[in-house]
């Protein structure tokens, strides 16, 4: 099954947000190969942070990774409102395959 | 810059068997782990599977009695082909390089949709 993200979280200009992504020790295999993506309708999900907390090349340093256990969180500081999106996590599983989060959809308010 | 490019039908119907191409252009799959993937309303982003450099593949526990992938590196493509179609497979279809759960290049993706 999918890794567990908030439907949906809001919040206005200039705010920080933080999703959240929850599996199981087996989802994560106690590593750090969890990503963040970031999708627009209609296009193609462009990836924002690899291995937990690795911005992406010409990734704004407004978006930040962490994980904790069997948590992992995407942070995003100083909303904007290009930011409004669908937002995904992803793991490398203990079994060599990979599981994304159900999705989080963001409103900037 | 590496880019992708998948093909293949728009409209499917059950029970049939889906064809997909993926197209590299840019540099030799050789090189690359490629994945599928798809997404839905419904379900989100779900991975399918992933070929290897090697030629190994690996694929979702919940698609792998259904799902082939396999690369011809003369002419740079890989192939998805997910047999027993259902309305639930009705989704965008991407491929995309990467390692682990860290896809970096995507194709524009392509929308199938299984119906009769």
């Known amino acids: 099954s999918a890794l567990t993200q908030p439907a949906s979280v809001s919040g206005s200009p200039g705010q920080s947000i933080t999703i959240s992504c929850t599996g199981t020790t087996n989802d994560f295999d106690d590593n750090n190969y969890v990503s963040w993506y970031q999708q627009h309708p209609d296009k193609a999900p462009k990836v924002l942070i690899s291995d937990v907390n690795k911005r992406h090349s010409g990734v704004s340093n407004r978006f930040s990774g962490s994980k904790s256990g069997i948590t992992a969180s995407l942070t995003i500081s100083g909303l904007q409102a290009e930011d409004e999106a669908d937002y995904f996590c992803s793991s490398f599983t203990g079994s060599n395959t990979v599981i994304f989060g159900g999705g989080t959809k963001l409103t900037v308010l | 810059q590496v880019q992708l490019q998948e093909s293949g039908p728009g409209l499917v119907m059950p029970s049939e068997t889906l064809s997909l191409t993926c197209t590299v252009s840019g540099a030799p799959i050789s090189i690359y782990y490629l994945s599928w993937i798809r997404h839905s309303a419904a379900t989100g982003l779900e991975w399918i599977g992933r070929?290897?450099?090697?030629?190994?593949?690996k694929y979702s526990p919940s698609l792998e009695s259904r799902v082939t992938v396999s690369a011809d590196t003369s002419k740079n493509q890989v192939s998805l082909k997910l047999n027993s179609l259902t309305a639930a497979d009705t989704a965008a279809y991407y491929c995309?390089?990467?390692?682990?759960?860290?896809?970096?290049?995507w194709g524009r993706g392509i929308l199938v949709t299984v119906s009769s």
């Open positions: 995309a390089t990467g390692d682990r759960s860290s896809f970096d290049n």
């Open positions: 070929i290897y450099n090697t030629g190994n593949t």
